[in-house]
């Protein structure tokens, strides 16, 4: 799961608020968001921290494990957290 989490967050976090800030600090952001997937099934990247200037929602699905991204938007909002896996195409991936 870090290296998943990692490569997704590189992807998506500015670089200068992620490694920008240090190894340590890059670690510390690495760690919050695999605790907040395990204990609440989803976390995000705010829209300050966000490559794209949105906030980027993750979720892991409890069928097979696989975490996913999207924009946290309106639809998003109106959703909860009531997510279409990509992968094995079940619903209610997060907790």
């Known amino acids: 799961m870090r290296k998943e ?3 997704l967050l590189k992807q998506s976090y500015k670089p200068d608020r992620f490694y920008g800030r240090g190894a340590n600090y890059a670690n510390v952001v690495i760690g919050s968001k695999i605790e907040a997937l395990k204990q609440f099934g989803h976390t995000l990247i705010s829209h300050y921290d966000s490559v ?7 979720y892991l699905c409890k069928e097979c494990g696989k ?3 999207g924009i946290f938007n309106k639809t998003f909002t109106k959703a909860g957290t009531n997510f279409k896996c990509n992968k094995c195409k079940k619903n209610k991936v997060s907790k």
């Open 5 to 7: 989490i990692t490569k």
């Open 52 to 58: 794209s200037g949105r906030a980027v929602y993750f």
């Open 67 to 69: 975490i996913q991204e």
